[in-house]
């Protein structure tokens, strides 16, 4: 027997989301006069799990998908924050530890047919 939790997982899991990043959407504009694209960028606060990514850990990915200092983190697969719903996408950025890194591999959790979370690896920007 299978038991989903549909919307109450979702309510669940936000008890356990315990750390507090800082999301940059990264929206792209109009190119320059030189072509060069141009992209702005808007900071919302939101909370996740952020799981460092250390030397042991890399056996377990393909090679060049993830370095040492890459973290993978669990996000809500969307926020409520004033009027707007932000939903993190492939590309944004969040900052976490003094740190900025670029969200990739973005993939959503199910519970049944509900999105529950998503998980992403986070590869730490120079």
């Not at 999301?23 to 960028?41: A, C, I, M």
């Not at 040492?68 to 939903?87: A, M, Q, S, T």
């Not at 996408?89 to 047919?113: M, Q, S």
Request: aromatic share 12%; charged share 35%; no cysteine.
């Amino acid at each position: 027997m299978v038991i989903y939790l549909g919307r109450k997982a979702k309510t669940m899991l936000k008890k356990y989301l315990k750390d507090k990043f800082i999301l940059r959407k990264v929206t792209r504009k109009e190119d320059d006069e030189w072509g060069q694209p141009q992209y702005e960028t808007k900071d919302y606060v939101i909370r996740g799990v952020a799981y460092p990514i250390n030397y042991e850990d890399l056996t377990f990915y393909p090679p060049g998908v993830v370095k040492e200092g890459d973290i993978e983190v669990v996000l809500l697969p969307e926020y409520k924050i004033g009027d707007e719903v932000v939903v993190p996408e492939t590309f944004d950025r969040i900052v976490y530890g003094g740190a900025e890194y670029e969200l990739r591999n973005l993939r959503e959790l199910y519970d049944g047919n509900v999105v529950i979370a998503r998980t992403a690896f986070g590869r730490r920007l120079e």
